[in-house]
């Protein structure tokens, strides 16, 4: 578990303790199992309706991975590696070496976008094709983000819902009981507001906003893919599309001993010569 997740527990933990000890009764005054159900229900069966029930399921299901923040992320320092290798294949007409070193991909974009450009694809045909392309692939992470933002709209209304019913309850049995037991009836009642306001602002705005940052970081890394794909196509020497990648933050070390580590590792990548760019 990463630095900032327990940091962030033990600052949940801790807030959870403050609230808990200003309750002005007991320290289970907080707890409202029928109300806590009305909100959770009552918000997943609202986005089972409004959203395919498959893709909600798998959503509920990988919540521990993008909580911890190790959901699917890609692998772009490798990606690039051998963006530029095929690169180099394509401009030394090596095909039959290039055919092979695609089947390796694991990034699907690339290997389209290389296969394209072995069948002789015109410039413009390979960019429709790989921005399309580019859109399925971030699709999957917007719809998860989607059905978050989905249930903080739906979860205060149904914290709303249960203290209305709450309070119908308590006007129902107005004539038959006291004033204490009518205000241990509505603040019991009003805990599903509280509970469907934590819902929304503490786990489905914060995830939603944390799997929105990471489809823009996934979105500028395939954009980055597709320029070097397009330098490809135009044969643009390996080197020339390494300095572009550079120049998008790519190796992201700085460092005088780190750049002398990363020109070997590529000058041993590419066989060619440091000096020449077409």
Partial sequence: MRFFTVFNVTL?????SVVVLISP??????????????????????????????KVLQLLRELPE??????????????????????????????????QEIKLAQQPLLRKG???????????????????????????????????????????AFGMLGTLLGMIHMLYGLGDVGLDEVGVTMGFALLTTLYGLVVANLVCKP????????????????????????????????????DMLEAHGIPAENTPETKKAIKSRFSKLLPLAASHVD
């Avoid at 949940?12 to 959870?16: A, H, I």
């Fill in 114 to 156: 290389v296969q394209l450009i072995l069948d002789r694809c015109p410039l413009d045909d390979v960019n429709n094709i790989m921005r399309k392309e580019r859109a399925r692939l971030l699709i999957p992470n917007q719809e998860k983000s989607q059905i978050l933002r989905l249930m903080s709209s739906y979860a205060p």
């Fill in 25 to 54: 009764s007991h320290l289970f005054a907080l707890i409202n199992v029928p109300g806590l159900l009305v909100v959770l229900g009552g918000t997943l069966c609202a986005v089972m309706l409004s959203k395919p029930q498959h």
């Fill in 207 to 242: 995830l939603a906003i944390k799997l929105e940052k990471r489809t823009a970081e996934h979105a500028a890394h395939l954009n980055v893919l597709l320029e070097g794909l397009v330098m490809m196509h135009e044969k643009k020497h390996p080197l020339v599309i390494r």
């Fill in 66 to 99: 993008i909580i911890r923040g190790q959901a699917r992320a890609f692998q772009g320092r490798a990606e690039f590696k051998q963006l530029l290798r095929c690169a180099h294949l394509y401009r030394s007409s090596q095909t039959r070496v290039l055919e």
């Fill in 12 to 16: 949940l933990m801790l807030l959870g």
